[in-house]
T-cell receptor
Framework: SQQGEEDPQALSIQEGENATMNCSYK?????LQWYRQNSGRGLVHLIL???NEREKHSGRLRVTLDTSKKSSSLLITASRAADTASYFC????????????WGAGTKLIIKP | NAGVTQTPKFQVLKTGQSMTLQCAQD?????MSWYRQDPGMGLRLIHY???????DQGEVPNGYNVSRSTTEDFPLRLLSAAPSQTSVYFC??????????????FGSGTRLTVV
């Protein structure tokens, strides 16, 4: 069962532009996490945001969380070719703050 | 610091064969898990463990067994391979103690094809 659903499924932008990906979920969460997966590789943890937080930053990444709308967004500013990857959101819900349910991901392509 | 190590990276099995996918982590993480990733889908949890001697089923456990005899190792066994088990398998770990949750550390994956 998928908890998070990313939108859009695919995104293609020019290098230097900002990229925004969205994640919606269905039930209340303890935390929401974003991961990156380069083609053929394992996933890499980017940011974790707790249910009582509204925004977090890490370098060129900005994550927001709106629990009233059950949604989160990941903003990558000043995109680079190396940002080309799939991005996944995952949510921890119920009694667990570590067991994750995953969305299907957004495929991001940065054109040089 | 190796992180999470998965072996093998690639494997081709014939239907009915059995095999073990290895996963080892050197970060003393309590939580370890196995996922499969199929095209167009998110990760689906197969089995997980919150410590040595403790395992539990995830969303898609049928056809797979796990054991956790040490903190470091969490092997996944395919009992009798079927074409439906063709997938990419990922092992992930996470600490559970103070400061958790902190996100998962993933291995590089095992690409399994069952013919």
């Amino acid at each position: 069962s998928q908890q998070g659903e990313e939108d859009p499924q695919a995104l293609s932008i020019q290098e230097g532009e900002n990229a925004t990906m969205n994640c919606s979920y269905k039930t209340s969460i303890n935390n929401l996490q974003w991961y990156r997966q380069n083609s053929g590789r394992g996933l890499v943890h980017l940011i974790l945001i707790r249910s009582n937080e509204r925004e977090k930053h890490s370098g060129r990444l900005r994550v927001t969380l709106d629990t009233s709308k059950k949604s989160s967004s990941l903003l990558i500013t000043a995109s680079r070719a190396a940002d080309t990857a799939s991005y996944f959101c995952a949510t921890a819900q119920g009694d667990s703050n570590y067991q994750l349910i995953w969305g299907a991901g957004t495929k991001l392509i940065i054109k040089p | 610091n190796a992180g999470v190590t998965q072996t093998p990276k690639f494997q081709v099995l014939k239907t009915g064969q059995s095999m073990t996918l290895q996963c080892a982590q050197d970060m003393n993480h309590e939580y370890m898990s196995w996922y499969r990733q199929d095209p167009g889908m998110g990760l689906r949890l197969i089995h997980y463990s919150v410590g040595a001697g403790i395992t539990d089923q995830g969303e898609v456990p049928n056809g797979y067994n796990v054991s956790r005899s040490t903190t470091e190792d969490f092997p996944l066994r395919l009992l009798s391979a079927a074409p439906s088990q063709t997938s990419v398998y990922f092992c992930a770990s996470s600490p559970l103690g103070q400061g958790a949750p902190r996100g998962y550390t993933f291995g590089s994956g095992t690409r399994l094809t069952v013919v």
